[in-house]
Nanobody, 122 residues
Framework: QVQLVESGGGLVQAGDSLRLSCAASGRAYAMGWFRQAPGKEREFVSGINWSDNTYYTDSVKGRFTISRDNAKNTVYLQMNSLKPDDTAVYYC???????????????????WGQGTQVTVSS
């Protein structure tokens, strides 16, 4: 029922910034950003829940910021101080049902966007 469309990816140099956007057709209890690099598993990056609590994987803490604009049904991921290891396809995901712990596994999410490529050169 929820359609997600990511945008904002691109090719940047190490140390640069990008802001990813995820436009949703409906509201969700939790929104998350995942990324997947070639030959690697899909990993949780950041998330935000219904009460606007935010969560980050350790590798992006202090560099990435997730936020939500409820009026636009849009979630953003501000990525600063990008590193080559951040290179991946970034996916927006939505979880419709709630849980006591924030979901960080991909199988927990109900809907996914098409992905947007982020490439960080050295």
């Amino acid at each position: 029922q929820v359609q997600l469309v990511e945008s904002g990816g691109g090719l940047v140099q190490a140390g640069d910034s990008l802001r990813l956007s995820c436009a949703a057709s409906g509201r969700a209890y939790a929104m998350g950003w995942f990324r997947q690099a070639p030959g690697k598993e899909r990993e949780f990056v950041s998330g935000i829940n219904w009460s606007d609590n935010t969560y980050y994987t350790d590798s992006v803490k202090g560099r990435f910021t997730i936020s939500r604009d409820n009026a636009k049904n849009t979630v953003y991921l501000q990525m600063n101080s990008l590193k080559p290891d951040d290179t991946a396809v970034y996916y927006c995901a939505a979880k419709i049902s709630f849980g006591l712990l924030f979901p960080t596994t991909a199988s927990t999410y109900d809907y996914w966007g098409q992905g947007t490529q982020v490439t960080v050169s050295s």
